[in-house]
């Protein structure tokens, strides 16, 4: 499993917007891949996905994400893919029911 965190570009970045998922949920991506279009104040850029994995998103477009967020997780295999789905809606489904 790899954790997709938002990079830090600059001295003074600490936050992006997600524009687009250019790869989709359960893709199957490869290294240098584009995963995702975010912009920051200066200029909108292509993230790539740094190893091969299957595609489970976490952050969803339109919105204004930290450096170092975790944005999407790559699974190693369709085990693994359907665990890590399953375990980040129970914990969406335990948020939802503190509000």
Same mark, same amino acid.
């Given at each position: 499993m790899y954790e997709v965190r938002v990079p830090q570009l600059s001295d003074? #970045?600490? =936050?992006t917007q997600l524009l687009e998922w @250019?790869? $989709? =949920?359960?893709? $199957? @991506? $490869?290294?240098r891949q584009v995963l995702v279009v975010l912009e920051t104040e $200066?200029?909108?850029? =292509? #993230?790539e996905s740094e190893q091969a994995g299957i595609l489970?998103?976490?952050s969803p477009v339109e919105v204004t994400i930290p450096v170092g967020h975790?944005? +999407?997780?790559?699974a190693e295999n369709?085990?693994?893919y359907a665990k890590v789905k399953s375990q980040v809606?129970? +914990?969406e489904s335990l948020k939802s029911l503190k509000k």
């Open positions: 003074t #970045m600490e =936050e @250019v790869a $989709k =949920e359960g893709e $199957k @991506v $490869k290294p $200066k200029a909108s850029f =292509e #993230m489970h998103i976490i975790l944005i +999407a997780i790559l369709d085990q693994e809606e129970t +914990a």
